[in-house]
C-alpha cells in the first residue's frame, strides 16, 4: 500500500519504531508503493486459517500462497501479542469431552480453571482474553513457551504443539538442546515481507488510494 500523501517516509519510520519501542520488539524493512485492490469480498476470508482447523488445514492453506511449514509456525506466533474473544475458544472448557474436566485434554489441567474463570460457561462470549497469558503486551517468544506448557488459547494454536510436523519449528524457537536454534524477531520480520509479496498488484491493476481505508 502506498503511503497517503500526508505522511511522508520519515513519519512513517518514527511510527514503526515507536510501536517496537512499546512491544519491545523488532523492525525490519517493510516494502511499501503496492497497489490496492478495487474489490473487498468477505468470502475472501476462507482461506486464512480458522481457530479449529488442524495443522494439516493450515498448512495447505498457507502453501496455496507458497509459504511452508515454518512460516506458518512464525507467523502464528504474532499471536504473542493480541486478544481473542471467549466464544472462540470457550468450547474447549466445557464438555469437550466426556472424560476427566470435559476440557480438552490438550489445555494443561492446572490452566483450565483459570480460563474457566475468565470465560464462565454462560458469560459473555465478547470478552476479550490475551493470546500470550503472562506477557501480552512484548513482542517475544513466550508464545511458543506457553504452547509447550499446553496454554495455548486457541485450538488452531495448541495445535502446532500436539502435532509433530510443527512442534520442532516450536522448539527450535524456544532453543531446544540438539536443534538448530531460530531467532523469533529475525524470522518473524523474514516471513512478513514473504507475505507481503503474495498477490503483488503490477502495472495498471489496482490503484493508488488517496485514503488508506477505502477506494477511489
Known amino acids: 500500500m502506498l ?10 519510520t518514527h511510527i ?5 519501542l512499546q512491544t519491545k520488539g523488532l523492525t525490519w524493512p517493510v516494502p511499501t508503493g503496492r497497489r490496492d485492490g478495487r474489490v473487498s469480498l468477505a468470502s475472501d476470508t476462507s482461506n486464512l ?3 479449529t482447523d488442524s495443522v494439516d488445514v493450515q498448512k495447505q492453506k498457507f502453501a496455496a500462497f507458497g509459504l511452508n511449514a515454518q512460516d506458518l509456525v512464525t507467523l502464528v506466533g504474532g499471536h504473542t501479542i493480541g486478544t481473542t474473544a471467549c466464544q472462540f475458544f470457550r468450547y474447549r472448557l ?3 469431552t466426556t472424560t476427566g474436566n470435559g476440557a480438552d485434554p490438550s489445555i494443561n489441567p492446572s490452566f483450565v480453571s483459570q480460563l474457566q474463570t475468565l470465560c464462565p460457561q454462560n458469560g459473555d462470549g465478547s470478552r476479550r482474553i490475551a493470546l500470550d497469558t503472562g506477557s501480552q503486551n512484548s513482542f517475544d517468544s513466550s508464545f511458543f513457551a506457553n504452547l509447550r506448557s499446553g ?3 486457541l485450538e488452531s494454536d495448541q495445535k502446532l504443539w500436539t502435532d509433530a ?3 520442532t519449528f516450536v522448539q527450535r524457537f524456544l532453543g531446544v538442546r540438539g536443534l538448530a536454534g531460530l531467532t523469533f524477531g529475525v524470522e518473524f520480520g523474514r516471513s512478513m515481507v514473504k507475505m507481503s ?3 503483488v498488484k503490477t502495472g495498471t491493476t489496482g490503484e493508488i488510494r488517496r ?3 477505502a477506494i477511489n
Open 3 to 12: 503511503l497517503p500523501a500526508s505522511i511522508n517516509i520519515t513519519l512513517y
Open 16 to 20: 514503526d519504531n515507536v510501536h517496537a
Open 49 to 51: 486459517p480458522g481457530f
Open 94 to 96: 466445557y464438555n469437550f
Open 151 to 153: 496454554q495455548g488459547i
Open 165 to 167: 510436523t510443527t512442534r
Open 197 to 199: 509479496n503474495i498477490g
Open 211 to 213: 485514503v488508506c481505508s
